[in-house]
């Protein structure tokens, strides 16, 4: 069971919007640990799509965004495209296990 | 452009041990943490430990807690990662990664090794 709570599936149709929750606890982002985000496209590694709760790295289309609030952190994808459809993962840091940790990830599914 | 080059995949028995390799390409293999994570088929990311090249020093998760080991060769920019009495809930794709240390994150991936184990 993931330390992080995230939804198991999202959809969309092409041009909408989808936001994928992530929520920890105390121990986590509760405690003030910043948030990250990864796609994973089928049969990759995971790519960091966003970093420290709400930056793009370079290359990444400003379609993508991140924001926290307390223990919860969200991504957003606007403009939904096909090539869109992926899992995506948050990670963050926990205190009391001492170890990073990630969530359970969510499947983006584009109608 | 730096990449992190893993071995190739690997089929085990039962209570075997494997030993998967990271080599950084580039002059970078000092300036960041390594980290392994694992993902089972169909799974999510478990993360598993990391190690700093230039001391040598590691930290692994509770779970893998003397079964796991990580080493390097600085010479040949190589990062290990060892993994003993291997079960077949070991079978999953390893990947090494990049640790960014101002926000604690990884931000460069090696493209994962599948370990299988298998009787």
């Known amino acids: 069971q993931s330390v992080l709570t995230q939804p198991p599936s999202v959809s969309g149709a092409p041009g909408q919007r989808v936001s994928i929750s992530c929520t920890g606890t105390?121990?986590?982002?509760?405690?003030?640990?910043?948030v990250h985000w990864y796609q994973q496209l089928p049969g990759k590694a995971p790519k960091v799509l966003i970093y420290?709760?709400?930056k793009r790295p370079s290359g990444v289309p400003d379609r993508f965004s991140g924001s926290k609030s307390g223990a919860s952190a969200s991504l957003a994808i606007t403009g939904l495209q096909a090539e869109d459809e992926a899992d995506y993962y948050c990670q963050s840091y926990d205190s009391s296990l001492n170890s990073y940790v990630f969530g359970s990830g969510t499947q983006v599914t584009v109608l | 452009q730096v990449q992190l080059v893993q071995s190739g995949a690997e089929v085990k028995q039962p209570g075997a041990s494997v030993k998967v390799s990271c080599k950084a390409s580039g002059n970078t293999f000092l300036s960041s943490d390594f980290h392994w994570v694992r993902q089972a088929t169909g799974q999510g990311l478990e993360w598993m430990g990391w190690?700093?090249?230039?001391?040598?020093?590691?930290g692994y998760a509770q779970k893998f807690q003397g079964r796991v080991t990580l080493t390097r060769n600085i010479s040949s920019s190589t990062a290990y990662m060892e993994l003993s009495r291997l079960t077949s809930d070991d079978s999953a794709v390893y990947y090494c990664a990049r640790w960014e240390g101002s926000h604690w994150y990884f931000d460069l991936w090696g493209r994962g090794t599948l370990v299988t184990v298998s009787s």
């Open positions: 190690m700093n090249p230039n001391s040598g020093d590691t």
């Open positions: 420290g709760n709400n």
């Open positions: 105390s121990s986590n982002t509760g405690a003030g640990y910043d």
